[in-house]
């Protein structure tokens, strides 16, 4: 038998323990927390903005831990939505009055702790700090293999043999009796 199980490659698989301290909230906005799982597009989302007055934009956040094959640690990424590519351009820039896509983590290494600013043109959107904890999938593999070996060898008793050990059989029998 030969089987092989993969599992994971080693991305962040889903987040636990979401924690988001508001300092500013726009009252236009409201804050929606996701199911915190990677879903099958890929994207490990963790919250969105969505704004309450049409024509405003939506901001999502999400974990970026690299691409398959290339990980990195985990990071906070916000994008914004409903506006033109060049509004996107100057959001993930920090140029024209947009900022916010990319978060500040803690400088201690073993916290998940990002500083989270978000604001357009017309001003701050959000202010405060999100931290989770990172559940990883990990690639394990299992192999096993099983043979058997079986040699079989005939011994073919002559006419003589045969006499021998049923006489044998028969003395012992009788000298028992004795």
Known sequence: MDRTTKQGDGQASSLSNLQITVQHSDPDYELLKHDLTRGETGLLRVFSLIPKIAGKPSFAARVDDGSPGKHRPPELDIDIKD????????????????????????????????????????????????????????????????????????????????????????????????
């Not at 201690?108 to 702790?113: G, L, M, T």
């Open 83 to 178: 506006v033109t590519k060049a509004i996107e351009r100057d959001f993930k820039a920090n140029r024209n009055g947009y900022f916010g896509h990319h978060t500040d983590r803690s400088p201690n290494q073993n916290q998940r702790i990002f500083d989270v600013e978000i604001g357009t043109p017309a001003g701050k959107v959000f202010a405060g700090e999100v931290s989770f904890n990172v559940a990883f999938s990990v690639a394990i593999s299992v192999s096993a293999s099983s043979s058997v070996s079986v040699t079989a060898t005939v011994n073919r008793a002559n006419l003589l043999l045969r006499m021998r050990n049923f006489l044998s059989t028969i003395f012992e029998s009788l000298r028992r009796r004795f």
